[in-house]
Structures are given as C-alpha cells and as structure tokens.
C-alpha cells in the first residue's frame, strides 16, 4: 500500500469519528445516553420528550416537573344532590368533561375551580337538568405548569342504565332496559331505556283515569291517560300524553323520527266500591316499535 494510499485512509477514518462524535453528542446526556434514541422512539413510547433549542440544531429532553409541581387528577364522583359532578386534583389549569354514547364523543363543557386548599383543586361540573342517554363520562385535564400535558380520568359508573340512574334516576333500582317490540311495565317514576341508548321511557303519572269500574254498567268506557318523558341521545327531552280511548285510537301512540310509542294498557283496574286508586299503585305497559 503505497503513501498516498494511506493518506486517504486515515482521512476518512478521521471523518467517521468525528460524525460518530457529534451524533453522541446531540443525543447523550451528560455523556451517556438518557435511554431515548430519536424524537421517533420518543413520540412512539411517549418517555422522553424533546424540544428545539434556540439555536434550532439541538434538542434536549424537557425539565420534568418536581413532586410538588406534579399535576395529578385524583377522584371523578357525582354530588350528593345530583346535580353536579365533582373532581379533585392538583396543579391543574383546566378541566373538561366529555360524554360517550355509542362511540360518540361529545364535549359536555368545562368544569369551575371551586376551591384549592393545601394545594388539592376543587372541581365541579353541573350536569343537564334533564336526563341525556350516555354510556360513559369522562374528564381531561390539562397540566398547570406543563402546558401540553393531559391527564383522563372516566367516571367509576357506565353503561346507559347505570349512568341513568345514578345521576338522574328519582329513586333507587328504577331504571330498567327495554327491548324493542315487547311489552314493558313501569310504575311511576320508573324508566326504561332501549338497549341501543336512543331513547328512554319514563313513567310520570297517570292525568286522568274515566274508566267504567269493574261490575258496574256505566253508559261509556271512559278512558285513562298517561304522562311520558321522553329522553333521548341526540335530541331534547320531550313529554308525551297516551291515552286508551274507544273514540280516538291515535290517541295511544306517539312516534318520532325513528320510532312508535304506544300505550298497550294501564291499570290496575277500578273496582266498584272500592277507594280511589293511589298514584304511586298506577303502572302504565308500554310497547316501542322501530319504524
């Protein structure tokens, strides 16, 4: 090998490790690597994120945030009252609630800071004062000091008919599911929501109850009507009137855009002599078609 040769040589070894220096260096840590191997590796793992230096040709991990600065969302429950649903946590600059219905997700709103003491946040979110068919709620919080950071937290309860009745429901164990073309008995106050989650039926009262008792020879029927909420996933709440009438069938039954609700019977008989029926002992039974 003659001289010139390994000139050449030693040239371009010389090059490699100064290239194979400076890619150390802009990816070690003091002199060792930090464990994150390219802003690749980082976004895919999500365990070290870089930014651009002022220069614009280094990039160096972001300063973490001490124990004390570290923001935390701590606990998601509904108040005692129902009317509005209650987090906690720490070093938080804003929180917002989302709902889920059928893989949709929907912005509900923005919680208030209430109170912060002993550095522990206060949150409250009032809920809709009337009832929206959800599946699930959850909350994301945005980091105080570290803009860009989020945190999650979903509320403990799920599914249509938990979240029902927990947050709206006016007594315990009165929500129940309700299958379309089957009959369905509900007492009042009591609810049923399809299993889809596009509508629930809740039972209010009973307005007016003209029926001939039982043994008695009366010159009409007469006609009982019954007052219906109805909720829906995708559009206001609305309250309906059915009615069994002899002399007006289209009374019974309500549609909507997707649906055919009707009044298949209410009871309990009158019976003659007897004392008035009490509101809360009326049912109404309740048939859901799809149109």
Do not use: H
């Amino acid at each position: 090998m003659n001289k010139s040769t390994k000139l050449i040589l030693a040239f371009i070894f010389s090059v490699v490790l100064l290239t194979a220096g400076f890619v150390f260096f802009q990816f070690s840590d003091k002199g060792g690597f930090s464990g994150c191997f390219g802003s690749v590796q980082a976004a895919i793992l999500n365990s070290c994120p870089f930014r651009r230096s002022s220069s614009g040709t280094k990039k160096l991990p972001l300063v973490q945030p001490s124990p004390a600065q570290k923001p935390e969302l701590n606990s998601f429950f509904v108040k005692s009252d129902k009317k509005s649903l209650l987090l906690t946590g720490k070093n938080l600059a804003k929180v917002e609630i989302f709902a889920k219905t059928n893989n949709l997700e929907r912005f509900w709103g923005e919680a208030k800071l209430v109170q912060t003491k002993d550095n522990v946040q206060n949150w409250s979110f009032d809920l809709p004062t009337s009832p929206i068919l959800v599946q699930e709620i959850f909350a994301k919080a945005e980091a105080k000091d570290f803009r860009g950071e989020f945190l999650f937290m979903s509320f403990p309860v799920t599914g249509f008919e938990p979240v029902y009745q927990l947050l709206w429901a006016q007594k315990d164990k009165s929500v129940f599911s309700l299958e379309l073309n089957q009959p369905k008995k509900l007492f009042t106050n009591q609810t049923a929501i399809l299993s889809t989650g596009e509508l629930a039926l809740t039972f209010k009262q009973i307005t007016e109850d003209s029926r001939c008792p039982l043994g008695a020879y009366c010159i009409q029927a007469g006609k009982v009507s019954a007052k219906f909420n109805l909720d829906f996933s995708r559009q206001l709440p609305q309250e309906i009137i059915l009615s069994l009438d002899p002399n007006d069938q289209a009374t019974s039954f309500f549609e909507t855009d997707d649906y055919k609700i009707s009044l298949v019977s209410a009871g309990p008989e009158k019976q003659l002599g007897a004392i008035a029926i009490d509101s809360i002992d009326y049912y109404a039974i309740v048939l859901v078609n799809k149109k």
